[in-house]
């Protein structure tokens, strides 16, 4: 069982529009990460988010943590060929043996097409 | 500044043969990861440690795999035997203790890709 549901897997775009990838769970998660992994590199880390509601911009990417922490999304707008990746979702839940763990989504594949 | 350091980056191998990876975290960090990357299962947590010390291995896939961290600066993850179905890339990370994990930042390092024939 995937605890944290990506979608779409994939999404190929043309330059200049604009994308919504989502990350969904019905676990409840203290904090939430977006990282972007390219080809042949480890993934690197872009935004943490921690409160309900809350929303963080990163130049042309918006980060939104959901009112009940169990869902984000991220979106991007004027998609440039440079923002290609794979983007991954990762939360974190406290207490117990859990502490600390995150747990990842499958990814999403993105294409920007020039 | 260096980051998380991994060895070697391409790993080809037989069936049945040990194989080690090596991770050197980043220089004062506490708490190191070794995860799993598969096109089938994502990114998967394996192990970690704080302060050297394994907290959580319930992601280990069974005993042919085995972690250490010796000291502050070096880790392995050794499979014995290996079959092919290990094959994956193997990440490492490192991250600083600050209060609390949940929004430290793990810097992963480039990885190992594994292929057991």
């Known amino acids: 069982t995937q605890l944290l549901e990506q979608s779409p897997q994939f999404l190929s775009i043309q330059e200049g529009e604009n994308l919504t990838v989502y990350c969904n769970s019905s676990s409840v998660f203290s904090s939430l990460q977006w990282y972007r992994q390219e080809p042949g590199e480890g993934p690197v880390l872009l935004v943490t988010v921690v409160t309900g509601g809350e929303v963080k911009k990163l130049k042309r990417l918006t980060f939104q943590f959901g009112d009940a922490r169990k869902d984000s999304s991220l979106h991007i707008t004027a998609a440039q060929p440079g923002d290609t990746g794979l983007y991954l979702c990762?939360?974190?839940?406290?207490?117990?043996?859990?502490?600390?763990?995150?747990?990842f989504g499958q990814g999403t594949i993105l294409t920007v097409h020039p | 500044d260096a980051g998380v350091i991994q060895s070697p980056r391409h790993e080809v191998t037989e069936m049945g043969q040990e194989v080690t990876l090596r991770c050197k975290p980043i220089?004062?960090?506490?708490?190191l990861f070794w995860y799993r990357q598969t096109m089938m299962r994502g990114l998967e947590l394996l192990i970690y440690?704080?302060?050297?010390?394994?907290?959580?291995d319930s992601g280990m896939p069974e005993d042919r795999f085995s972690a250490k961290m010796p000291n502050a600066s070096f880790s392995t993850l050794k499979i014995q035997p290996s079959e092919p179905r290990d094959s994956a890339v193997y990440f490492c990370?490192?991250?600083?203790?600050?209060?609390?994990?949940?929004?430290?930042?793990?810097?992963f390092g480039p990885g190992t890709r594994l292929l057991v024939l």
């Open positions: 990762a939360g974190a839940r406290a207490g117990g043996t859990s502490y600390g763990k995150l747990t």
């Open positions: 220089s004062g960090h506490n708490s």
């Open positions: 440690f704080n302060n050297n010390v394994p907290i959580d």
């Open positions: 990370a490192s991250s600083p203790i600050a209060g609390t994990l949940l929004k430290e930042t793990q810097y």
